[in-house]
């Protein structure tokens, strides 16, 4: 299909503007149904369900590494800002070996 865009008017070209992109996310829509179709399939293959395996990731901070020992329920990944509890044992002299899990 050849269009020649010179030879339309404003209104024509913003029309099939219009129409391309809604083409585009007509594809797009498809394409995505058909890659989510593909992941359950390949999550379903080892028993797990892509909802819930995408729902573990996203909560999943990480393991903690180290732990307040004035306060186990604290801990911290290692990854990120230093809690304040971390802090105030760094410059109380503990070192973070100190705080390893």
Not at 15 to 25: I, M
Not at 27 to 46: F, L, Q
Not at 71 to 76: A, L, M
Request: aromatic share 4%.
């Amino acid at each position: 299909m050849t269009v020649e865009v010179n030879a339309l008017s404003k209104k024509e070209l913003l029309k099939l503007q219009s129409d391309v992109e809604k083409a585009l996310r007509t594809i797009d829509d498809r394409e995505k149904a058909a890659a989510r179709k593909a992941a359950e399939e390949a999550v379903s293959a080892y028993g797990f369900s892509l909802d819930k395996l995408v729902a573990e990731t996203k909560s999943n901070k990480g393991v903690a590494k180290y732990v307040n020992p004035d306060d186990p329920s604290q801990t911290w990944t290692g990854r990120g800002r230093k809690p304040n509890w971390v802090l105030g044992a760094l410059q109380a002299g503990k070192s973070l070996d100190d705080l390893e899990i």
